[in-house]
T-cell receptor, first 109, second 116 residues
């Protein structure tokens, strides 16, 4: 069964405490994996696209990586403004598009 | 740029009533997507348009849901009749380029629908 699973569901960090969010997938014919950030009461905001295993993308304190089974979103020295829900999504099997359930990140000052 | 505009932002209606949600994509974008977000099912793609033409509506839950895009600057998602299980936040997104959702989709603020 095709699946996209994000873990943990929720993560609390102290400001400056680096960590990683996970998005594991069991789909056939992966065409791309995407990371979005969603703030409360707002629509998702695009962060990264990864297309092949070994690929990495960086933006400020965020770095996304991709393997054949999973993707990680590494957060280095997070700040309170990084608090949000982080969603991953995959395109697979030519035209199927599926979002994970998200990881809610809370960074305390 | 004003971004993707959705209206209304909040809608409360009673079961059986018709509901129409509206979306104005970013000017110049030729692909438009409708999503639904609930706690139970997360974010689901309902339908997407390219150059005003519906490309894939396989995510539309049932015949009570319909979507139109009469021109490049306006789309509607209609639910008739509405049911309590339709309660969710409905997002519209747009992008420039190919039809299928990939990177750089711009999401609107969403419409929170409550069906009593």
């Amino acid at each position: 069964e095709d699946q996209v699973t994000q873990s943990p569901e929720a993560l609390r960090l102290q400001e400056g405490e680096s960590s990683s969010l996970n998005c594991s997938y069991t789909v056939s014919g992966l065409r791309g994996l995407f990371w979005y950030r969603q703030d409360p009461g707002k629509g998702p905001e695009f962060l990264f696209t990864l297309y092949s295993a070994g690929e990495e993308k960086e933006k400020e304190r965020l770095k996304a990586t991709l393997t054949k089974k999973e993707s990680f979103l590494h957060i280095t020295a997070p700040k309170p403004e990084d608090s949000a829900t982080y969603l991953c999504a995959v395109i697979y099997n030519f035209n199927k598009f599926y979002f994970g359930s998200g990881t809610k990140l809370n960074v305390k000052p | 740029d004003a971004g993707v505009i959705q209206s209304p932002r909040h809608e409360v209606t009673e079961m059986g009533q018709e509901v129409t949600l509206r979306c104005k994509p970013i000017s110049g974008h030729n692909s438009l997507f409708w999503y639904r977000q609930t706690m139970m099912r997360g974010l689901e793609l309902l339908i997407y348009f390219n150059n005003n033409v519906p490309i894939d509506d396989s995510g539309m839950p049932e015949d009570r849901f319909s979507a139109k895009m009469p021109n490049a600057s306006f789309s509607t998602l209609k639910i008739q009749p509405s049911e309590p299980r339709d309660s969710a936040v409905y997002f519209c997104a747009s992008r420039q380029g190919g039809s299928f959702p990939t990177d750089t989709q711009y999401f609107g603020p969403g419409t929170r629908l409550t069906v009593l």
